[in-house]
Structure formats: structure tokens, C-alpha cells
């Protein structure tokens, strides 16, 4: 208590023990010594753990947010309280995404469905998501489809059906690089040939690279159940490198969101602390899909994004070499690749793990993704 208001950030002994109860604060060995009375004492790093959990106590934050923001700080929070915050924060978001994900894969019209692969479906379903919440990558990617000379002057809508076929390819378990109309798109949306000392292409840049990572990796069956046993079973040194891990990739996306100005992120915010959360519970999946002794936060962004400007440059050389047209949207290309027969020929019909989309039925799949 002394240090806390030392710091500025006073607490009472019903707060602290109020964090004792939640298991955010361990509890005093307490020796006693007879006549003389009884010891106190704390274990290692309770100090600092008090001044982390004071500087982040404000209204609307509650015992995970605590959590997440304190171990995100670099506080050693308690094992348990840890755990319990990151599958909280982890599997309500997951489960949440996979509902919106299925409502809007249900308000497809009916004539449209089976005509494309499962896959497909959802990768679209998650697309029209991602632009119906919008964002400053969502707006810069449609500024920069109209550099497509068709699209210069189109209605949004049509601009829309194009970016809808970017974002699914991207949400795909594979990136559809035989498909050289939607590599075309692709490569437009992205402007990897942008001026690198605006801010515009990094928005778009860091989405589209998250996606590729997840389709550079390794693919395999996961559930939720597996998920947590990772967690549980975890050690504090492995959370402990996670965290760093995960911090780093945070950092540099910040560095680069904010073009330099700033090179931490704020993670004592709770949507920040909880997202930060989520992360480090999929890349503890991620870690095993990905070649040994690789740095997430690097396959993450640079070596993604070099993947996907190697593919567009291959893309590219081909189109120019088949004389083949660019871009399309959905209508366009289910005819193109289901024929007068309505169905999906026989290269896109291989049934591949979708990234990152736990079931409640205990499956899930994908190890990779953001």
C-alpha cells in the first residue's frame, strides 16, 4: 500500500484484498514466532505487481482485463489468474467470430449455395465481414482498387464485388495464385510498388500479410479442447516468451501505424489487453505450424509480405506473357470455375482446414493467424 501511493496510485486494503480473493495477488506466508509475534512475508515481484494492477484499476475493468494488462506490463501475475484470463478472453472471441462468421454465411441466397466449396463459402462469409465493420485498411484497399482503370470511375458496389473477391482470396486456407484475375486485383489492392514513407499502405499491408502468414503454414487439425490443454499445461517461461513475442509484433505494428512517431503500443487499454490476449493463445498453436525457430512477429509481416509480393511479381510475368484480363467479382467468377455444370472443378474441391475457426463439436482447424 505504502509503494502504490508512493506511486501515485493508491489503494486500500479492501482492493487488495479483493485481488487476493480473485487470485490476482498471491497471499502472505505468514511465520509465527511465538513471543516475538508473527512474520510477513510477500513472495518475490508483489510489490511490483500491486503498482501494476493500481496503474491499470479504473472503472469497467474487471479481473481479466487486470490480468492481461498487469502481465502484459511485465508484472508477475499468478499462474492461475493468468491462465484463466487468456482462455476467457481467447475462446469468447473465437466463439464470437464463428457466429457472425455462420450468420453471414446463412444469409447467402440459396441459389448461390454449393456451387463453391465449404472453404470458399466461409472465406467469403468472413470477407463480407471484415467490410461491413470497415477500417482504415477496408477504406485504403477500395482507394486503391480504383487504380484498375475498369474501376476508376465504377460505382462502389462494383468496387466492392472486386474487393469482396481480394479478401476472400486472402481468407482462403491457400491464396489462390493459379487464378491470375484475382491476382490482378490483388496486386492492385495491395500497391506494394506504394511509396514507403506514407502511412497509407501499412493498414492494408499488415491485414494482408496476417492472412498470407496463415497460408505459408503448415496445416493441420485442431479443436478447442486441444487449445486449452496447450494452455493449461503451459509453463510460465514458455507465456513468459510468448508474451515477448507477441508484444515485439504489437511494437512494430505500431511503429509502422504511427510512421515512427511512436515505437510502443498501448496495451493498458483493455480491448488492447484482450486482443494482445488472444494472440499469444493462437500463436502458442502457431509456434508448431510454422519452420522451428522462427520469429512470429517477422513471419508475421516481412516475410509474408515478401511472400506476397514474390507471388504478385510471378502473377504479373504470367499475365503478361498470356495476355490474360484482369479482375472479376463473385458472379463472375463462379462461371468462370463451375462451368454449365454448377460445379466446382475437381482442383478447388480437396477438402483443406480453414484457418483459425473453432466448432463447438470439437473441431477445428488451422494453427496459424492473428
Known amino acids: 500500500m505504502n509503494a502504490a501511493a508512493a506511486a501515485g496510485h ?56 487486470l490480468a492481461l494488462m498487469a502481465f502484459f506490463d511485465g508484472a508477475p501475475v499468478p499462474e492461475s489468474a493468468l491462465k484463466l484470463a487468456l482462455a476467457r478472453v481467447y475462446f469468447t472471441s473465437r466463439f464470437s467470430q464463428e457466429d457472425e462468421v455462420a450468420k453471414v454465411a446463412a444469409s447467402v441466397p440459396q441459389e ?28 485504403q484497399l477500395r482507394i486503391n482498387l480504383r487504380r484498375v482503370p475498369e474501376l476508376s470511375r465504377a460505382p462502389r458496389a462494383e468496387v466492392d464485388e472486386r474487393l469482396l473477391g481480394v479478401l476472400t482470396g486472402l481468407n482462403l486456407p491457400e491464396l489462390p495464385e493459379d487464378d491470375l ?65 507477441v508484444r515485439t509484433a504489437l511494437d512494430q505494428t505500431w511503429t509502422r501505424a504511427t510512421g515512427g512517431r511512436e515505437d510502443q503500443a498501448h496495451l493498458d487499454r483493455p480491448r488492447t489487453a484482450r486482443g494482445a490476449g488472444s494472440t499469444l493463445v493462437e500463436w502458442m498453436s502457431a509456434k508448431l505450424a510454422h519452420p522451428p525457430g522462427s ?30 484480363a484482369t479482375g472479376e467479382g463473385r458472379a463472375e467468377f463462379i462461371a468462370r470455375t463451375t462451368g454449365a455444370t454448377g ?13 483459425f475457426t473453432p466448432c463447438r463439436d470439437g473441431t477445428s482447424a488451422g494453427t496459424t493467424g492473428l
Not at 114 to 126: D, H, I, N, R, V
Not at 213 to 221: G, P, T
Not at 311 to 321: D, K, L, Q
Request: glycine share 6%; proline share 6%; net charge negative.
Open 343 to 355: 460445379k466446382a472443378p475437381a482442383a478447388m474441391t480437396g477438402v483443406v482446414p480453414t484457418a
Open 181 to 245: 484475375a484475382f491476382m490482378a486485383d490483388l496486386e492492385a489492392a495491395l500497391t506494394l510498388d506504394s511509396d514507403v514513407e506514407s502511412n497509407d499502405p501499412f493498414p492494408v499491408w499488415e491485414m494482408a500479410a496476417i492472412n498470407h502468414a496463415s497460408q505459408m503454414a503448415r496445416r493441420e487439425e485442431t479443436s478447442p479442447e486441444e487449445r486449452l490443454d496447450r494452455l493449461v499445461h503451459a509453463s510460465m517461461d514458455e507465456l513468459d516468451a510468448l508474451r515477448h513475442e
Open 112 to 139: 448461390w449455395r454449393g456451387e463453391l466449396t465449404p472453404q470458399y463459402e466461409e472465406a467469403e462469409a468472413e470477407a463480407r465481414l471484415d467490410l461491413e465493420r470497415g477500417g482504415r485498411a477496408i477504406r
Open 10 to 65: 493508491p489503494v486500500s486494503a479492501t482492493q487488495l484484498e479483493r485481488w487476493r480473493q480473485h487470485g490476482l495477488l498471491p497471499r502472505p506466508r505468514v511465520d509465527y514466532m511465538g513471543r516475538a509475534g508473527t512474520r510477513t512475508e510477500y513472495p518475490p515481484g508483489t510489490e511490483e505487481l500491486v503498482l501494476s494492477l493500481a496503474r491499470h484499476a479504473g472503472p469497467r475493468r474487471g479481473v481479466d482485463d
Open 295 to 324: 520469429s512470429l512477429s517477422d513471419r508475421y509481416f516481412i516475410e509474408s509480405l515478401a511472400d506476397l509480393r514474390l507471388r504478385c511479381f510471378i502473377a504479373t510475368a504470367r499475365r503478361m506473357s498470356d495476355g490474360t
